[in-house]
């Protein structure tokens, strides 16, 4: 079971930016640097949607609809994953999740809303 903790969201203005933080549960702080980690978001309405993952190397791969303007990483250190979203669009509002990819155990997510 993996319940991650995200914090960070808000209202903000198109064009605006926001980052997101993702905290690991103790049951994972020793395994945390060897999964692949990803950041999800769901719109009402719609599916939940894979927006960017990043592996243990720090290799990282993005939706199409975020490239060039989200950017994950990750600190094994402190355990957490970030999500650093700029140029922030009115679709680009939803509740985001973090998680291990191929996980199906979602935390509550950070809701994100973009004025238009």
């Known amino acids: 079971q993996v319940h991650l903790v995200e914090s960070g969201g808000g209202l903000v203005q198109f064009g605006g930016s926001l980052r997101l933080s993702c905290a690991a549960p103790?049951?994972?702080?020793?395994?945390?640097?060897?999964?692949?980690m990803g950041w999800y978001r769901q719109a009402p309405g719609k599916q939940r949607d894979l927006v960017a993952r990043?592996?243990?190397?720090?290799?990282?791969d993005y939706a199409d609809s975020v490239k060039g303007r989200f950017t994950i990483s990750r600190d094994n250190g402190k355990k957490k994953v970030y999500l650093q979203m700029n140029a922030l669009k009115p679709e680009d509002t939803a509740v985001y999740y973090c998680?291990?990819?191929?996980?199906?155990?979602w935390g509550q997510g950070t809701q994100v809303t973009v004025s238009s």
């Open positions: 998680n291990v990819v191929g996980s199906s155990d």
């Open positions: 103790r049951s994972i702080l020793s395994s945390f640097r060897l999964f692949t």
């Open positions: 990043i592996t243990t190397e720090g290799i990282t």
